[in-house]
């Protein structure tokens, strides 16, 4: 029997440090690393795998998208054959989601050991780091900062490995204990 690979998920508020948390994991342990969701549409591409309308259509049509949905003006895409890749190069992936859906999606439909990761900051925090970022849409963050409350209120049963407070902690201790949860979670599979 194949033993699943591990994953990790982030999800959280916009500026709730899913960018700096992923940068700890693989300042702290080789193989971890971001999962670059596809991005059709404008503005920030860093972290991103830039991506036209013909090439979501050929995913689509070929039954390879995971999870996607549409934020900023954009659509965002969880992808097989992204994580594929990765898991086959031996990484770690670490996604980043801001809907419970995707989360669910995403473990749904992915064979992996899942690490649920709820980190959490202030509707304040996020207006504080969005614009210590420089990003131009605060106020759309901060817009998205409110739906996922709501999506957050919406799922009360919606289960999490670990629930974070990203302001309570360093970069560098989340990812130390996100290792951790990896890890015993890895050895767990492992062992049954």
């Known amino acids: 029997m194949t033993s699943l ?30 999962f670059r969701r596809l991005k059709v549409g404008s503005g920030k591409t860093d972290s991103y795998r830039m991506g036209s309308a013909e090439e979501l259509a050929a995913l689509e049509e ?4 995971i999870y996607s949905n549409s934020r ?14 990765m898991v086959a190069a031996g990484l770690t992936p670490v996604l980043h989601l ?17 690490t649920t990761v709820l980190l959490w900051c202030t509707r304040e925090e996020t207006a504080t780091r969005s614009a210590g970022r420089g990003d131009a849409d605060t106020e759309a963050r901060l817009a998205a900062w409110q739906a996922t409350q709501e ?10 490995d670990l629930v974070v407070q990203t302001g309570d902690h360093s970069p560098a201790k989340v990812a130390q204990v996100i290792s951790q949860r990896v890890r ?8 049954s």
Request: hydrophobic share 40%.
């Open 72 to 85: 900023y003006g954009n659509v965002y895409v969880v992808d097989q054959p992204g994580l594929d890749e």
């Open 98 to 114: 801001g809907q419970i859906d995707g989360v669910q999606a995403v473990i749904d439909a992915y064979p992996a050991r899942w």
């Open 5 to 34: 690979p591990s994953a990790v998920i982030l999800y959280g508020p916009p500026a709730a440090g899913k960018d700096t948390i992923t940068q700890a994991l693989a300042d702290l342990e080789a193989g971890y690393a971001q």
């Open 151 to 160: 999506d957050v209120d919406a799922h009360p049963d919606q289960e999490w």
């Open 62 to 65: 070929a039954g390879q998208v």
């Open 184 to 191: 015993a979670s890895s050895r767990a599979g492992n062992n």
